[in-house]
């Protein structure tokens, strides 16, 4: 039996992504149209980014818990969480949760480590590029990572909060990401972190100048082989 996995949603885009990857990759574990039983719980962005704005964590925390709480009720047997920027609560969340959680940050650092890479370009939004998630993450594989220049990083995240989570994916964006992208290749990067769940919705990884690590459906992919019991 497929463990039931519990999807703890932030922006719409992002989680939306998360739950078609997991449901149409499943297929090739499972039978024809089969995946593991998914339920996905979330309070509206609006309520995160009141706190997030002030940089109050613990608050954050607080929201994931409890659509942790709701997901625990009706039968998920763990939780993931398709924001990256929210992660920054995620040691809150770990010690008070009903449900184990996978982490994103650590879906993509154990992947990196797979493919060998050992400087990592992290896009995404201005909280999660100036924060501690993936450094932390990294840390432990031994790989290095860096961000973009501050009018980046503030363009990057205006991109996001204007456009992505709102389902807008314009090409001028799309080729800035690209120029980004390119000036991290020439300041040493060997990969590019997709760090903001909305991101692979717009950067294409056949135009780009280094490989994309898509944290949405690595995370995906980490619990659908969780729900299946897959090393």
């Known amino acids: 039996m497929a463990r039931h996995i519990g999807i703890v949603g932030c922006s719409a885009e992002g989680a939306a992504l998360c ?3 997991i449901c149409a990759e499943a297929p090739q574990y499972m039978a024809e149209h089969e995946h593991p039983e998914i339920t996905m719980h979330t309070f509206p962005l609006s309520e995160y980014m009141a706190h997030i704005r002030k940089d109050q964590w613990r608050e954050v ?4 818990l409890a659509s942790a709480r709701k997901l625990a009720q009706v039968g998920a047997e763990f939780a993931i969480c398709p924001d990256n920027t929210i992660h920054q609560a995620f040691e809150w969340v770990a010690r008070e949760s009903p449900l184990p959680w996978l982490h ?3 879906a993509v650092a154990g992947e990196a480590a797979r493919r060998g890479f050992a400087r990592l370009g992290v896009l995404g939004t201005r909280y999660l590029m100036e924060g501690p998630v993936y450094p932390e993450a990294l840390e432990q594989y031994g790989i290095a990572s860096e961000i973009p220049i501050e009018s980046d990083r503030e363009r990057i995240n205006a991109i996001i909060f ?5 389902g807008v994916f314009s090409d001028a964006s799309r080729l800035y990401f690209n120029e980004v992208i390119e000036k991290l290749k020439n300041s040493g990067c060997d990969a590019i972190v997709l760090g ?8 294409r990884p056949e135009e780009v100048s280094l490989p994309t690590l898509d944290s ?3 995370l995906a992919r980490a619990a659908l082989k969780e729900a299946l019991g897959i090393e």
């Open 216 to 218: 949405t459906r690595l």
């Open 104 to 106: 994103i940050a650590r």
């Open 196 to 203: 903001c769940t909305e991101i692979p919705l717009i950067v």
């Open 162 to 166: 204007g456009e992505l989570v709102n």
């Open 61 to 64: 925390a607080w929201l994931m």
């Open 19 to 21: 739950y078609r990857t």
